[in-house]
């Protein structure tokens, strides 16, 4: 779970086995507003305004890598 800049709640739902997982948004009254798919392999740890910083498990090399997508919010 990781409360973003603007207060949201964004929460990782993942099933064994499977190579992607749902990130579901939720508002202050618990509303889910927003499902992100995110390979399963990514962890998030950070969601500003315009950009999320996550943890990648890179196989080849063995490591987990930190990585910066852009964050484009429709409100």
């Known amino acids: 779970m990781v409360v973003d ?3 949201y709640l964004w929460v990782t739902v ?3 086995g499977d190579p992607m997982a749902d990130v579901r948004v939720f508002d202050s009254a618990g509303v889910v507003i927003a499902t992100v798919q ?3 392999s990514v962890r998030l740890f950070e969601v500003g305004h ?8 890179n196989a ?11 964050l484009i919010r429709s409100k």
């Open 5 to 7: 800049s603007e207060g």
């Open 38 to 40: 995110l390979p399963g």
């Open 60 to 70: 080849d090399v063995g490591v987990a890598e930190v990585v910066e997508l852009g």
């Open 14 to 16: 993942s099933i064994p």
């Open 50 to 57: 315009d950009y999320v910083l996550a943890t990648k498990f």
